[in-house]
């Protein structure tokens, strides 16, 4: 049994997330949340979401596994509008989901969710941390994206840069200790990672929002931050390039 | 004799209309109105257009047939910005129509009418009446559209509905009596209808328009509403389907 | 030495102008202006254009010449929000133009200046003289690029016209002596022009900017503006296309 009310912006913020890294997901309903894991195809990303049952006007569930088309409920959201309240109903009997924007009900179809299995979330070491607002990163992601397909985040005691090297140019953003919210780093890290999966899950964060990043030497960045108003958690870790020295 | 001067804003509507069954049409010009009827090259749906003396700010003409491409003057008054005056001129000699937006003059060259014959309105015996506004269907509609190729309009003593079944998911539209302007149905009529041609008619209806959909049992539909502020009046049949029964 | 500090808008303006015509340019810098002429790959349209010290809030610079991807700048300075500054500074050690935008720099490689020899500016009598608001053109301008691949621009001692002629419409805007800020003709001049280039130049002009244009008979056009609050002069000449008597 799984039967939800919310707003139509807290879960299309949802979507957004995770429809950067896959097009079908298994969604694991609980009593107090919901939770997903997801890697994508070529194993560079992963995404651990968590959506607790505050996030929603209404929540009832027993514990059950949904397979979701999350492009084709994507597709949907988009026709509400901002205020707008959408109702999910699990139909056991039919195997779907219903989603209902104002008069209008999709039914969709579950997916199989036997081959899905649940990736494990690292454990990892990472040494530095730095704390910023989306809006203070993303012009840096978009100037690199005509540069060079790779990107590397540096954290130093002094500051955060993100890098970008093509062939003849170069972008760069530097945010001085006292233009973070926060940052703790010993010594300097720095890793090299695929600018498109950074750049996608960057352009999904909702605006006005507050990120961490936890990073290393040569070693995957963990991106932390909620949404749904800190009712929910989106943890997304993205592996390393290896620098070939140059 | 034709020579005319409206809103842009009138034009446009009109063209909007008439564009998304023909490119060239045949407007038929008397003193009173201008009358439209065309059917689109596959004869699947047939438009039923007048427009009064009234809904122009100066209107002089004879009778006469002016065949026009429809999509030249679409693209022209797309030029014309909210508020703009348009005037229209036949130039007998050149046999040209005249569209002057502020200071620029478009001649267009007129379209042979010979070949276009003027189709007969159906005289049809649609037992269901339903009308709504154009905003309270719009979205069922566009959620329609990613799902399958044809829509059933479904009209009952209780409910209006649209349902698009798709192979694996299925979208519903239901729209209460209360929801409705009106609602006359004695028995359950139901009809499918290719969702392309009803999406683009619907797309053309301006915001805020009350339509009438008339309806039987695997019939054609009429849709009617007006336009130029109650100057305008139109009429659009589509041809349905043949169920193959599932 | 250069360096140099402005609004983005300004020298958005500037790049907005230089990329109609070319993709890679040669700035010549001195301690007073920067200074650019450049001619498109076909020879059939020339661009000179001067930024006075002025246009700056710091400028500081010795005499020096930059070859620069126009279209680059055009791609970073799209990053820039209205009210943003942009710090220009030529790196010479390593070759480099660094535009720095908030706390993004792009640090872009110079291009190789020796081949891009600078044209002379040609010394024409255009005998008439168009002064007009870049709003009252644009509308005949876009209703022309449906119709025909050239436009002939008229002035007579009247009025001053823009002409499209295709195989079966024209275009026709038409500014009477009232409707301009001046006219100088003694006698009709026209002269037929490309569409392309003409259209893709005054679509770079910032809104509410007057134009002077200057013609003859079968001649060149020599358009005038100022950018940049009148700190920064744009000439630029499009050759006839000769017409072929109808």
Chains 1, 2, 3 share one sequence.
Do not use: W
């Not at 097009?23 to 070529?42: C, G, M, N, Q, Y």
């Not at 949904?66 to 026709?79: C, E, M, Y």
């Not at 199989?112 to 910023?132: F, H, I, Q, R």
């Amino acid at each position: 049994m799984f039967q939800a009310r919310t707003k139509a912006d807290t879960l299309k913020e949802l979507i957004a997330i995770v429809s950067t890294l896959v097009d079908e997901a298994k969604f694991s309903i609980s009593s107090e949340k919901i939770t997903l894991r997801a890697v994508d195809p070529a194993h560079v990303a992963m995404l651990d979401v968590q959506l607790k049952k505050d996030a929603f006007e209404e929540y009832k569930a027993d514990e059950v596994d949904l397979g979701v088309d999350v492009a084709k409920i994507d597709q949907f959201l988009r026709l509400a509008r901002a205020g707008d309240i959408v109702d999910l109903a699990h139909d056991e009997d039919k195997r779907r989901l219903n989603v209902i924007v104002g008069n209008t009900t999709k039914r969709m179809s579950l997916i199989d969710t036997t081959g899905m299995t649940e990736p494990k979330v690292p454990n990892l070491n990472l040494p530095a941390k730095v704390s910023l607002n989306i809006e203070d990163i993303m012009q840096g992601i978009r100037a690199s994206e005509s540069v060079s397909d790779h990107v590397a985040l540096v954290a130093t005691p002094e500051y955060f840069e993100l890098i970008c090297e093509g062939d003849t140019d170069q972008v760069q953003l530097k945010l001085a200790k006292d233009q973070l919210v926060e940052l703790e780093a010993k010594e300097k890290a720095r890793s090299l990672f695929p600018l498109e999966y950074f750049s996608n899950i960057m352009k999904s964060v909702p605006s006005g929002t507050k990120l961490t990043f936890s990073l290393g030497v040569d070693y995957p960045v963990k991106i932390e931050f909620s949404i749904a108003g800190e009712n929910g958690e989106v943890k997304y870790f993205l592996a390393p390039r290896i620098e070939s020295g140059d």
